[in-house]
């Protein structure tokens, strides 16, 4: 069985691969299509078995593999006006519709029309690499399936020369971008009429100044922080993403609970940022025990990715520049599956098709000519990693 690049682009995307759905029938369809070329795959499952990551070697299992890797998982199309169904490809005037297309089961489609290719190579016995395919869920909700696949992988021994993470960037490599975590914090004060106002503490007004010191630090780090000229954000950033609180205008509020972020340079830590918080936690904390010993202030962690810069010397970094001619390559604010790859020992750099100007907008869409160049990459990257005639 042989299928299109946009044949099997309009399958993925036909799957409802939400965050917060299951993307099991992705999963398996991938597993028959790999099964009807004689290509077994390996599965790793969330804790209640509703989700699941997929990898695949193609060629000698005892070499080492370069890992082809994408994620399955989309952000969700609620609240958006698209112009075209967000389950169904549609293309027009060139540009394939579709939630996923850029971010990044175009990648994924492409990887998977080149499976009959890489196991011809494999079969003329010239691969001096294994070729893998590795796809994972959740990464659009902070990179959570990877790191069990990443384990398994290390737990079976499987050999992994390198990564390519096909994240889209318009086929240019990307080389180090930031580290991502997110806080939630949780402010409990003591509710009172909003007539007794010093009888209550505000839970709202004390997260407000905890969310201002926030501020304070991100308004330090972009004056006088360390700067790296790679990025288009070149300094570590912090936000307020959210907040919630109160019950009515004529009660004091008893709780409010705000989640705040850190993008952080490579080599730099969160962990600073964090410390500082607490710290002004702590001294808020004791005005407000002093009038209401139950009050409280919890942070606790819900997201981390790690910061990610390639190894220049790694032959995966060799490979991706050969490829695109590019001899230094980008860095970017968002954060990707590479940064735990590369924690783990896994030298990974980023590059696939489509433009992550249009991830997880309405009428997001991937340009048909990325979709030829990735092919024709792909194709060059299994010559590369072949042993001459």
Known sequence: MTASVRDLLATLVAFDTTSRHSNLELIRWVQRYLDSFGVSSRLTFNADGSKANLFAQIGNPELPAVVLSGHT????????????????????????????????????????????????????????????????????????????????????????AGCIIGEPTDMKPVVAHKGIAHYRCHVSGRAAHSSLTPYGVNAIEYAARLITHIRKLADTEASFGHRHTLYDVPFTTLQTGTIQGGTAPNIVPKDCEFVFEC?????????????????YASN?????????????????????CPAFEAVPESAV???????????????????TEA??????????????????????????????????????????LGDLLCSPD
């Open 73 to 160: 998982d989309v952000v969700p199309v609620d609240g958006q006006a698209w112009q075209t169904p967000p389950f169904e490809l549609v293309e027009r005037e060139g540009k394939l519709y579709g939630r996923g297309s850029a971010d990044m089961k175009g990648f994924i489609a492409c990887v998977l029309a080149k499976v009959p290719f890489f196991l011809e190579l494999a079969d003329s016995g010239r691969l001096t690499q294994s070729v893998g395919i590795a796809l994972s869920y959740d990464e659009e909700v902070g990179c959570l399936g990877v790191r069990g696949l990443i384990d398994d992988l290390q737990q079976s021994g499987i050999k992994v």
């Open 263 to 279: 993008r952080w340079l490579p080599g730099d830590q969160p962990e600073r940022y964090v410390d500082s918080v607490r710290d």
């Open 284 to 304: 808020l904390l004791e005005e407000m025990r002093a009038v209401a010993e139950e009050s409280d202030i919890t942070i606790e962690p819900t997201v981390y």
């Open 317 to 335: 970094m060799q490979y991706v520049e050969t490829l695109t001619g590019c001899c230094q390559g980008e860095g970017v604010a968002y954060a």
């Open 339 to 380: 940064g735990l790859f590369h924690a783990a020992g896994m030298p990974s750099v980023v590059c696939g098709p489509g433009s992550i100007r249009q991830a997880h907008r309405p009428d997001e869409y991937v340009e048909v000519e990325q979709l030829y160049a990735c092919s024709e990459w792909l194709a060059r």
